[in-house]
C-alpha cells in the first residue's frame, strides 16, 4: 500500500503539471466533479476479473499486468495505468474504481468498461455468424448499469441531472472489438464496412441516453490505428512491401479505421446541433495513437521496439503469439516497459498511455464550451 501510495503520489505531482482544463467561451475554466467511463480493455479497471469465473482467470488477473505501477494485477490491460487513469489525475480526481468492484467509493465517478465489450448486442453477431465474445457486457449492459447507479446513489432526479452536469462522460472507446472480432473470423472487408452504421448507431444511442440522464459533457472516441498493432501485423503479414506504410504499418486496415472515424464524426455533429446546449467532443485516439508513434524516439521509446510487445513469445513476428499471451507459463517480459509502446501485442504499456493521454488533453483544452 505504501508503494501504491508513492507511485500515485509521484505521477500526480507529474502529470498535474498538464492539467485537464476546458475553457468556457467566458474564458472560465470548466470543473468537473466525477467521471463516468464506458468501453472495453481500453479503459476497464477491473469489471472484467469481477464478472464471473472466466473473467477471473484472463489474463488480465494475472502479473505482470500492473507490474510498473500497482505492482499486481488489477484487470487494467496493461502493465500500469491506462489513460482514463491519467485523466482522472488530471482532473484532480481519484483513479475511478470499477463497476463491479464492491466495498468501494463512486461519490466520484465510475468505470463501466469490461475488457473484451461489443458496442453492438451478441445476436448482431450470432446473426452474421461471428463467434460472441467472452464478456456479455456490451454497451447497452453498461448503459443499464450507469443507471441502476444512478437510481442507488441520487434520492431525486434533480440531484442526478445536477451531479451530471457537473461531470465528464467518456463514451468508449467501445466499437473497435465489434470489427476484430469479425475481422480474425476472415469476414470480407465489404462486409465489415456494413457493420459501421450500427456500431457508430449503439454509441449514438449511448450519448443520447446519457444525455437525457441529465450529462452536458460527452467525450467520445474514435478508433485506434489497428494497422499498427502486433496482432494485426502479425495476423495479416503480407510479403507485399506496398501493403506498408514508412512505418511498417498495414495501410488497408488503417483506411477501415479512418472510415469508422469519419462516420462517427459525421454521427456526432447531427447529436451537436439536436443538443445545442450539450458539449460532445470527438476524441481523436487514432491521431494520439499516431503521434506516440512518429515521436517515438523523442519520447524515450526504444526505436527497435516500436511494433513489437514488450511481454510476449521471442521470436515470434512481432514478439506476438494469440496462443500464447502474455502472463501465460514461459512468456518473457522485456527489461523496461517505459521503453515500450506495445505492452502485450494488444494493449499498450502505460508509458504509452500517459503520452496519448497527454496529447488529448492538450487537444481538449483547446475546446470552447459552456460550462
Known amino acids: 500500500m505504501v508503494s501504491l501510495m508513492k507511485n500515485l503520489v509521484y505521477f500526480f505531482l507529474m502529470f498535474s503539471l498538464l492539467p485537464l482544463t476546458i475553457t468556457a467561451r467566458d474564458n472560465k475554466t470548466c470543473k468537473f466533479?466525477?467521471?463516468?467511463?464506458?468501453?472495453?480493455?481500453?479503459?476497464?479497471?477491473?469489471?472484467?476479473?469481477?464478472?464471473?469465473?472466466?473473467?477471473?482467470?484472463?489474463?488480465?488477473?494475472?502479473?505482470?499486468?500492473?507490474?510498473?505501477?500497482?505492482?499486481?494485477?488489477?484487470?487494467r490491460c496493461s502493465d500500469g495505468l491506462l489513460m482514463i487513469d491519467y485523466f482522472s489525475m488530471a482532473l484532480g480526481l481519484p483513479l475511478l474504481n470499477p463497476y463491479l468492484e464492491s466495498g468501494v467509493s463512486f461519490s466520484q465517478g465510475v468505470n463501466f468498461a469490461v475488457a473484451g465489450s461489443t458496442a453492438l448486442p451478441p445476436s448482431f453477431f450470432r446473426e452474421r455468424n461471428i463467434h460472441a465474445p467472452s464478456t456479455d457486457s456490451h454497451l447497452n449492459v453498461q448503459l443499464d448499469w450507469f443507471h441502476k447507479h444512478l437510481n442507488s446513489s441520487c434520492h431525486t432526479l434533480t440531484e442526478c441531472r445536477n451531479k451530471l452536469q457537473h461531470s465528464l462522460v467518456f463514451m468508449g472507446e467501445i466499437g473497435g472489438n465489434d470489427y476484430n472480432y469479425a475481422f480474425f473470423q476472415n469476414k470480407p472487408m465489404e462486409e465489415i464496412h456494413t457493420y459501421v452504421p450500427h456500431v457508430v448507431g449503439a454509441i449514438t444511442h449511448g450519448v443520447m441516453k446519457v444525455i437525457r440522464a441529465g450529462a452536458?459533457?460527452?467525450?467520445?472516441?474514435?478508433?485506434?490505428?489497428?494497422?499498427?498493432?502486433?496482432?494485426?501485423?502479425?495476423?495479416?503479414?503480407?510479403?507485399?512491401?506496398?501493403?506498408?506504410?514508412?512505418?511498417?504499418?498495414?495501410?488497408?486496415?488503417?483506411?477501415?479505421a479512418n472510415y469508422h472515424n469519419n462516420y462517427l464524426k459525421s454521427a456526432l455533429q447531427r447529436l451537436r446541433q439536436e443538443f445545442p446546449n450539450v458539449?460532445?467532443?470527438y476524441g481523436d485516439?487514432?491521431?494520439?495513437?499516431?503521434?506516440?508513434?512518429?515521436?517515438?524516439?523523442?519520447?524515450g521509446?526504444?526505436?527497435?521496439?516500436?511494433?513489437r510487445a514488450c511481454c510476449g513469445v521471442t521470436g515470434a513476428p512481432y514478439n506476438f503469439d494469440g496462443s500464447r499471451m502474455?502472463?501465460?507459463?514461459?512468456?518473457?517480459?522485456?527489461?523496461?516497459?517505459?521503453?515500450?509502446?506495445?505492452?502485450?501485442?494488444?494493449h499498450l504499456t502505460q508509458a504509452a498511455y500517459r503520452h496519448m493521454a497527454s496529447w488529448l488533453i492538450n487537444d481538449f483544452r483547446s475546446a470552447k464550451v459552456q460550462c
Open 279 to 281: 458539449v460532445i467532443v
Open 326 to 346: 502474455c502472463g501465460s507459463p514461459g512468456v518473457t517480459v522485456c527489461s523496461d516497459p517505459s521503453r515500450h509502446i506495445h505492452w502485450d501485442g494488444v
Open 216 to 256: 452536458r459533457h460527452i467525450v467520445v472516441p474514435g478508433n485506434f490505428p489497428v494497422r499498427c498493432i502486433p496482432i494485426y501485423l502479425s495476423s495479416f503479414h503480407s510479403q507485399n512491401r506496398r501493403a506498408y506504410d514508412d512505418m511498417g504499418c498495414l495501410v488497408g486496415l488503417n483506411e477501415f
Open 285 to 299: 485516439y487514432y491521431n494520439a495513437f499516431q503521434s506516440v508513434l512518429r515521436r517515438s524516439r523523442s519520447l
Open 33 to 75: 466533479d466525477a467521471i463516468y467511463q464506458f468501453g472495453d480493455s481500453i479503459s476497464d479497471a477491473g469489471n472484467l476479473i469481477r464478472e464471473g469465473p472466466v473473467g477471473a482467470r484472463s489474463y488480465a488477473a494475472r502479473y505482470p499486468y500492473g507490474e510498473s505501477f500497482f505492482r499486481k494485477a488489477t484487470g
Open 301 to 307: 521509446f526504444d526505436p527497435s521496439s516500436v511494433l
